[in-house]
Every structure is written in structure tokens, then in C-alpha cells.
């Protein structure tokens, strides 16, 4: 009988054993970043599927205060894009700020397999997690990671897995968003193997967003997404009238792709982080404030504070505070998220012959563009020349469906192919977030 066996990788994949389709080509994970990977198991109970585990640690972080998971959806294409999870820049711009670690799963599910067998953390994907948080701790130098709070991002299928894990371990999760998938709170005839999930009285206390895309079920009923729409307002239905801190994000452009929702999730999370995240290790999580939060109808395009909500509270949009209130309201809208705050300038540009290169930081709010490259105070070029994103506002990483870079990973470099042999030339970077603004 086969068990699991974790391979660490510190290198390029040929040092992995071989795989087939889509999960063949990794991106390179050497320090900060960090993998381990685990076959499949047919012994009851554990995973079905082989698994990769990438992390990436903030550089020079002392003691990790938490890991932000991001997680795929279901099938081939979904699972390969997990692969790129842990090398998003605007992501790890979150990480950064809350001393947390970044961590994407890849799940080898073949197109055609039930899953289920993942996305339900119950058939051993949510104890292979903690086992992989625990080997990457140990190689990382961080054996905190084996303790520390979750903060849970999942799509479609990963929404049912992170929101399953905040019905498992509320005591453990910081906060959860939950792109257009949600754990099924009463059983389903046409889905008869899977399990509803109870809701505990401590995951009450979890901060977590439904975010379906308004052609789930909203504004489109006849697609096969259709049923996204019916599952979330069941779910938050059943949370909120207890008293549950959720909320809903309904995004006005889209179908099952990502769109622009991360411009609305990741300062949703920097909120919910800021308050519950404890600084001492081994610490509990702190709860969110009575006081300060926002409220709306589910289904209007304003918020008010929840001291001047006019009807029940309990059937009531929940938001942290006023800010994300704001922002909520632009999101729901157009998502067009407003961000006044220039991104962070590149660091460490160095040319050698004509290439040059530079390392560089995303902004929180709006993430990265791209770069304006200068050369004796005067445009030069703009890298990407064309930016691309076929699922909401371009970047410079790219974005699959599943809200992660693109393969292979683009690199902070241009060469000068009109220099003169020669002569001198003075050169400058700038980085541009997606609201178009530009750093020093």
C-alpha cells in the first residue's frame, strides 16, 4: 500500500518525479521560495490526488504571523494554475505587510475526476496541508508555520475548501474569501456525494465575502454557473442570521473568471488582518470590533454604519469597516476600487552591456502594471509594451482564470537595443500600478 512521501524542492522540477499534462513545468523554488510535494494515497480517508505545496517567506521576516492561502478551483486547468499562486507580487505585497508567509497548493486532478475528493477538506486535503506547513516550516527555518493562523482565499472548488476549513478549524482562520464557491449547507439531490457542512458557534466569528460574479445566477439563470448564485445566498443566509460576520460582493462584469476581485480582497484582508492577527506567537486570534463595521441590503450598492442600518441587521451585508464600506461600494458598482497612492519606486537597477535590470514590490491597493523605463530623463520604453489580461484590469505578471501569474513568469529586465557603443546614458525605472499611477 502506498503512503504519502514529501519530496522537497529547492530547484528546478527535474529534480521532481515525472509528471503528466498540465503539471510538468514549474516555476523555479529556490529561497524565499519553498516546495514540497506528496503522492496520492489509497488508504481510506487520505488524499487521492499527488499535491505540490509552494511557499514563499517575506525576505528577512524574523517570525512569521500568519500564512495566506491561496487556492485553485477544480480541474486540470485550475490546478495548474495553482502552481504560480505563491509568485504573485501583489499578493506577496499583502504578505508582506502582515509578516505572513504565501502559500498555493496545486492539486493533480485529472480533468475528469470527482473534486470533491480535495475541494471537501474532510478527504485529507486539509491534513495534508497542515503536514506540508509543517515540513516547509522545518525547511524554511520557520517552524512557526506548523501553528500559525490562516488567512483563506479560494475559487470556485477552493472556495468550498476554504470555506470548509473555516467550518473545521474557526479557532485557526482569520478571515476568508470566498470566490464563487462556498461549502453546501443542506444536502443537494443532484450533488448526492457531497457532504453539508455545520456551523460551528466560533466560525461565527470568522470574517469571511461571498464574491460570485453576477452571471452565476444573479443577473444570468440559465448557464451553467447558474447554481453559484443560489449556493451563496444559502450560505450566507444561513450564517448571517446567526449573527455570522459575512458579507457578499457581487462582481457586476463577470461569469466564473476572476475579474478584478483581488482590488477588493486583498484590502478586505489587510483589514480583517490588521485587527485578528496576534502579535505574539502561539497567541489566539483577536476578534473583530463590535463597534465600527458597516452594513447594506444584499442586493443595493450602498453601505451605511451598521448603527443606522434601517432594516435586520441579521439579513444584513456585513463590512469591517468604513474604508472596505467605501471601496465595497465602488467594487459592487463597476469594480473600479479608487487608489490615490503611487506604488513603491523599483530597487536594485543594474545594467550590464545593454540589459538592464531591477527588482520591485506591487502596491497594495492596485498591484502592478508595469514599468516605464527612461534613459537621460526621457521615456524610453514601457515593459509590457501591451499588457494583457483577459479576465479584468492588465498586469504586469499576467492572470490565468484562477487569479494567478501566468507561465512561464515574466522577469523585471529590457534591453537597450538602440544604445550606441560608446556613449553614456543615465537610466531610471518607474513602476505603474493598475490605477495608472506612477512611483518616484
Not at 456551523?199 to 444573479?218: I, R, S, Y
Not at 468604513?322 to 465602488?330: C, L, Y
Not at 537597477?349 to 514599468?371: H, K, N
Not at 479576465?391 to 550606441?420: K, W
Amino acid at each position: 500500500m502506498r503512503t504519502f512521501l514529501a519530496v522537497v524542492v529547492l530547484s528546478l522540477i527535474t529534480h521532481l518525479p515525472a509528471q503528466q499534462g498540465p503539471y510538468e513545468v514549474f516555476p523555479e523554488a529556490t529561497p524565499p521560495y519553498y516546495r514540497v510535494r506528496y503522492e496520492a494515497s489509497d488508504k481510506p480517508g487520505d488524499l487521492i490526488f499527488p499535491v505540490n505545496h509552494t511557499i514563499w517567506i517575506p525576505p528577512g521576516v524574523r517570525t512569521l504571523r500568519g500564512v495566506i492561502v491561496h487556492q485553485h478551483g477544480c480541474g486540470e486547468g485550475s490546478c495548474k494554475s495553482g502552481l504560480t499562486g505563491a509568485f504573485d507580487l501583489h499578493w506577496q505585497a499583502l504578505a508582506k505587510r502582515h509578516d505572513c508567509a504565501l502559500l498555493a497548493p496545486a492539486y493533480e486532478q485529472p480533468q475528469t475526476a470527482d473534486c470533491q475528493r480535495w475541494c471537501d477538506p474532510r478527504h485529507g486535503s486539509a491534513a495534508v496541508l497542515q503536514r506540508a506547513l509543517a515540513d516547509l516550516g522545518a525547511r524554511s527555518g520557520h517552524p512557526e508555520l506548523a501553528t500559525v493562523p490562516w488567512a483563506l482565499w479560494g475559487h470556485s472548488g477552493g472556495g468550498h475548501w476554504a470555506g470548509g476549513m473555516a467550518m473545521l478549524y474557526p479557532e485557526r482562520v482569520a478571515a476568508v474569501w470566498l470566490r464563487s464557491g462556498v461549502p453546501l449547507m443542506q444536502p443537494d439531490p443532484a450533488r448526492p456525494t457531497i457532504r453539508p457542512h455545520e456551523v460551528p458557534e466560533a466560525a461565527l466569528q470568522v470574517p469571511m465575502m461571498c464574491n460570485p460574479g453576477t452571471k452565476e445566477g444573479v443577473t444570468e439563470k440559465g448557464n451553467r454557473f447558474a447554481s453559484v448564485w443560489p449556493a451563496n445566498e444559502a450560505f450566507f443566509t444561513a450564517v448571517r442570521r446567526r449573527g455570522g460576520l459575512v458579507g457578499v460582493a457581487i462582481d457586476p462584469l463577470t461569469s466564473h473568471e476572476c475579474g478584478n476581485q483581488r482590488y477588493l480582497a486583498i484590502p478586505w484582508f489587510d483589514a480583517c488582518l490588521t485587527v485578528r492577527l496576534p502579535k505574539r506567537p502561539g497567541a489566539r486570534l483577536h476578534p473583530m470590533p463590535a463597534t465600527g463595521a458597516w452594513l447594506a441590503a444584499l442586493g443595493s450598492t450602498e453601505a451605511v454604519p451598521a448603527g443606522k442600518f434601517p432594516g435586520d441587521t441579521r439579513r444584513a451585508i456585513w463590512l469591517p469597516n468604513e474604508a472596505i464600506a467605501k471601496a465595497w461600494e465602488h467594487y459592487v458598482r463597476d469594480t473600479v476600487v479608487p487608489d490615490t497612492t503611487p506604488p513603491p519606486a523599483p530597487t536594485n537597477l543594474q545594467l550590464v552591456g545593454r540589459e538592464l535590470t531591477w527588482t520591485a514590490e506591487a502596491d497594495l491597493e492596485s498591484g502592478l502594471a508595469g514599468f516605464i523605463i527612461e534613459r537621460d530623463g526621457q521615456p524610453l520604453a514601457r515593459l509590457p509594451g501591451q499588457p494583457k489580461n483577459p479576465y479584468g484590469r492588465p498586469v504586469f505578471q499576467g492572470l490565468q482564470y484562477s487569479d494567478t501569474p501566468v507561465q512561464p513568469l515574466v522577469r523585471m529586465i529590457f534591453t537597450d537595443t538602440t544604445a550606441e557603443p560608446g556613449r553614456n546614458y543615465r537610466y531610471r525605472v518607474r513602476a505603474v500600478n493598475t490605477a495608472g499611477l506612477t512611483s518616484d
